[in-house]
């Protein structure tokens, strides 16, 4: 390999790891301050539900402006949308660590969400103008690998900062996490967005761009894919804090440990996708994925409904349906971005508005019956579960199969 080619590759490498920094934002704002929920709680005089309103109106900010990050992408270019984004974060992570109140803190954190945003949806965007629709499968659940790292380790830092410093101090590290992305993505993202869409942003284009994607029964099975993937890791995001430390009585760093544990499942299989799609095929691996997360979803409302509450009966199933995560949400995402190179960012804002919106409402609803143990939690990771599968059975499958054999008989002829 020549010097030049190596010097290229290592650019890439370069912006690929820091673009997987701001895709990170959104699991890492979230995860860090995990083990703080109870305390703030009790900080800031509110209950479990007012606590965990802080998570819920942060995917709420994250799903809503992903309708406007995408299609500015797409007319202004990725580079200038992503670094005016990660000042917006940066200004509201500072209000978070100044909360006085739980108000503050909400509203603080919607605002810290306008701006995290951006990463997943302009990041996904770069993944697919840079490596195109079959590449960019892969490249994504490699960067979902290395992303998983954030949730991985997030809860554990943020378990050791809390029981050393207090939970504001998490939001402090968050800064920092903002401000490396921010000097890296000055310094070394290009703008590749080379064919800038001049009417992606006006109104009528708009709504007629996320028409034609709704109307669109393959993307929105995908999308639905993603959707209920990530529905089931919000209701564990939501509900696990308070099962593990304030019923079965875990301290903050081992709450963390056990959060890592259950990371590791979906590093298995974002791994397994990265190393396999290519030979199988995304909807394969998704279809695999699938039966992972009916697996866990309905062995953890088993355990709930007929065993005894403990660390394996909650940590276990969560582990085997993040495996099914890890093999569905990057298939997915490509599978739906993929077709629609002209929009990528618009594709990615619907499909991200979608996840997060649903995600929310989860949420919220494992927030509000975290007092009954762990059946709210693993009956949610159970209903996403049959969703997913159904909408791979009635939605993807069949057109895909029509896809394939339309795509034979052209090749043969």
């Known amino acids: 390999m020549s010097s030049a080619s190596q010097h290229q590759r290592a650019e890439q490498l370069s912006v690929i790891a820091f673009l997987t920094m701001v895709v990170a934002l959104g699991p890492i704002s979230t995860d860090l301050y995990l083990p703080s929920l109870p305390s703030i709680g009790?900080?800031?005089g509110t209950d479990t539900a007012g606590v965990q309103l802080t998570l819920s109106v942060f995917l709420i900010g994250f799903a809503v402006s992903q309708l406007i990050y995408g299609p500015l992408s797409d007319r202004y270019g990725r580079r200038p949308v992503l670094l005016a984004a990660l000042i917006i974060y940066l200004a509201a992570t500072l209000a978070c660590g100044l909360a006085t109140s739980i108000e503050w803190l909400v509203g603080a954190r919607f605002v810290q969400a306008l701006g995290a945003c951006a990463g997943p949806v302009v990041g996904r965007a770069v993944v697919r103008d840079v490596f195109g629709r079959d590449r960019s499968a892969r490249v994504l659940s490699y960067m979902a690998l290395a992303m998983a790292l954030a949730p991985a380790i997030g809860p554990i830092i943020g378990g050791y900062l809390e029981t050393g410093f207090g939970w504001r101090m998490n939001f402090a590290a968050l800064g920092v996490f903002g401000i490396i992305s921010l000097v890296g993505i000055w310094a070394l993202l290009p703008?590749?967005?080379?064919?800038?869409?001049?009417?992606a942003t006006q109104p009528g284009k708009l709504l007629s761009n996320y028409l034609l994607l709704a109307r669109n029964p393959l993307y929105m099975g995908y999308v639905f894919l993603s959707t209920f993937s990530y529905a089931g890791i919000f209701s564990f995001i939501s509900g696990s804090a308070f099962v593990?430390?304030?019923i079965i009585g875990l301290s903050p760093s081992d709450y963390g440990l056990c959060f890592a544990a259950v990371v590791i499942g979906y590093m298995i299989g974002t791994f397994a996708s990265g190393r396999f799609t290519r030979y199988l095929g995304i909807n394969r691996m998704i279809f695999f994925g699938t039966l992972f997360l009916?697996?866990?979803?309905?062995?953890?409302?088993a355990l709930s409904l007929y065993g005894e509450l403990s660390i394996a009966s909650i940590v276990l199933p969560t582990t085997l349906f993040l495996i099914g995560t890890g093999l569905t949400m990057p298939n997915a995402m490509a599978g739906a971005i993929g077709p629609f190179p002209?929009?990528?960012?618009?594709?990615?804002?619907?499909?991200?508005?979608?996840?997060?919106?649903v995600a929310a409402a989860v949420g919220i609803a494992v927030g509000h019956n975290s007092s009954d143990g762990s059946l709210g939690m693993m009956a949610a990771l159970a209903l996403v579960s049959v969703a997913a599968f159904l909408s791979f059975i009635l939605m993807v499958h069949p057109r895909a199969k029509r896809a394939e054999a339309r795509q034979a008989a052209l090749s043969e002829s």
């Open 42 to 44: 009790l900080d800031l």
């Open 191 to 199: 703008e590749t967005n080379s064919t800038p869409n001049m009417s």
């Open 244 to 246: 593990l430390i304030n």
């Open 294 to 301: 009916c697996a866990g979803g309905f062995s953890g409302l």
């Open 342 to 357: 002209q929009m990528a960012g618009t594709a990615s804002a619907f499909m991200g508005f979608t996840q997060m919106t």
